[in-house]
């Protein structure tokens, strides 16, 4: 019990060395070696998972951006599309004014010209209905009452001819 | 009551198992061979218990192993930090050791802690451990001016130290379990059933563990101490 012997001290020094060694081997060393490489597994997950996180959020932003550019590509095209087509109309618009504008015209031209043309026929036929009565006049030769009566007659047929043409 | 002191006595002698002839006769206590049969077993159940480790999707066996040896670890990091890492597997195998060593009396072994030589031999590798670890980390210079800290006037009283902090945790361990041993066997005379089943409890399993405990917190803490600047 109380008996200090030096052998027994160093064996028992050497038993613990030897025990560390032999714990450090097949316990220690590897438990925690093991442990180690599970720890550097987990952090290198963690890593590449928020690196992937990254990535994706990248893209997102990337789609988002392209979508924004895509609305205000259509956007303007629409614009574009709706301006030329108010452009195209309001050229239509005005040469059909244009070409209504042209069309008046020329039917006012044709109708001052019908309108010349029948006043040169009623002048022409005037002269001949005044030819007739004088002709009559002269062969009937006739009292001044008669002469009154062909006068009347005449006007009444020219105006009546006028009229006629006038409608 | 001679019978008894004469039991007591027998308990508490370490005998010589055998004696190897060399150097006039080399004996060699029950403490040392109980001490083989303890590393045996420890070294069995190493070996058993760490086969097949996994990095991934360990199993039950070794979930409790991870367990077991990242509380020792974690224990003695907490002390030591960082720059005390590399002492502790060797403090996590005598925390071990002493802890089946101190309630090996259960399974009918005499206790090696119950003999002087093995809790000096304990207490000598812990004091050369502290000062090796302060050489190491502050060098053989400073170590020595590290006795002269913080005034020269103490110095006397930490060489003193290098000495009393071995003798102190040699004797601490020693005298806890001997007296335990002794406790329990008085008690055992006096009623032989039930009543020491919670005295041994305390004084052979608790009583254990806790000097266990306390010798490499201490061990640790020195060491601490030895590393810190």
Redesign the interface.
């Known amino acids: 019990m109380l008996r200090i012997d030096f052998w027994n001290i160093l064996w028992t020094v050497v038993n613990l060395l030897v025990l560390y060694l032999l714990m450090k081997k097949f316990l220690f060393g590897p438990v925690i070696r093991v442990m180690e490489e599970r720890k550097a597994l987990i952090d290198s997950q963690f890593a590449s998972a928020s690196e992937a996180e990254k990535k994706a959020l990248d893209m997102k932003a990337e789609y988002e951006k392209s979508l924004n550019q895509a609305k205000e590509e259509s956007a303007r095209l629409l614009d574009e599309a709706k301006s030329r087509g108010q452009a195209e109309y309001q050229r239509l618009v005005d040469e059909a004014g244009t070409q209504a504008d042209q069309m008046m015209e020329k039917a006012r031209t044709a109708i001052a010209e019908e309108k010349q043309k029948a006043l040169r026929d009623m002048e022409s036929e005037i002269a001949s209905l005044a030819a007739d009565a004088a002709e009559k006049i002269l062969k009937e030769n006739k009292s001044p009452a008669e002469d009154q009566m062909i006068y009347n007659a005449f006007l009444a047929k020219a105006g009546d001819s006028n009229e006629a043409r006038g409608n | 009551m001679g019978d008894l002191a004469e039991r007591l006595l027998e308990e508490?002698?370490?005998e010589t198992v055998f004696t190897i002839p060399v150097?006039g006769g080399?004996?060699?206590?029950e403490?040392?061979v109980v001490?083989?049969i303890i590393?045996a077993v420890?070294?069995l159940l190493?070996?058993l218990?760490?086969r097949n480790?996994?990095?991934?999707s360990?199993g039950k066996r070794?979930l409790l192993?991870?367990a077991g040896?990242?509380f020792l670890?974690n224990f003695f990091d907490g002390i030591l930090g960082e720059k005390g890492r590399r002492y502790?597997?060797?403090l996590?195998?005598?925390v071990?050791?002493i802890g089946i060593a101190n309630i090996i009396g259960l399974f009918g072994f005499k206790s090696?802690t119950?003999?002087?030589?093995?809790t000096?031999?304990?207490a000598?590798?812990s004091i050369v451990l502290i000062e090796y670890a302060g050489i190491h980390k502050k060098g053989v210079k400073k170590w020595l001016k590290s006795f002269a800290e913080p005034v020269a006037i103490v110095a006397p009283i930490n060489i003193l130290e290098l000495f009393i902090r071995p003798l102190s945790l040699c004797m601490r361990l020693f005298g806890n379990v001997?007296g335990a041993f002794v406790v329990m066997e008085l008690i055992k005379m006096i009623v032989p059933a039930i009543i020491p089943i919670p005295f041994s409890l305390y004084f052979d399993v608790f009583d254990g563990f806790i000097q266990a405990y306390v010798f490499v917190f201490l061990t640790s803490l020195f060491m601490k101490e030895a590393i810190d600047d």
């Open positions: 508490l002698n370490c150097f080399m004996e060699i206590f403490s040392v001490t083989w590393m420890m070294v190493a070996v218990l760490a480790l996994r990095v991934e360990p070794q192993l991870e040896v990242s670890y502790i597997p060797y996590c195998t005598v071990i050791y090696p119950k003999d002087l030589n093995v000096a031999a304990l000598l590798m001997l």
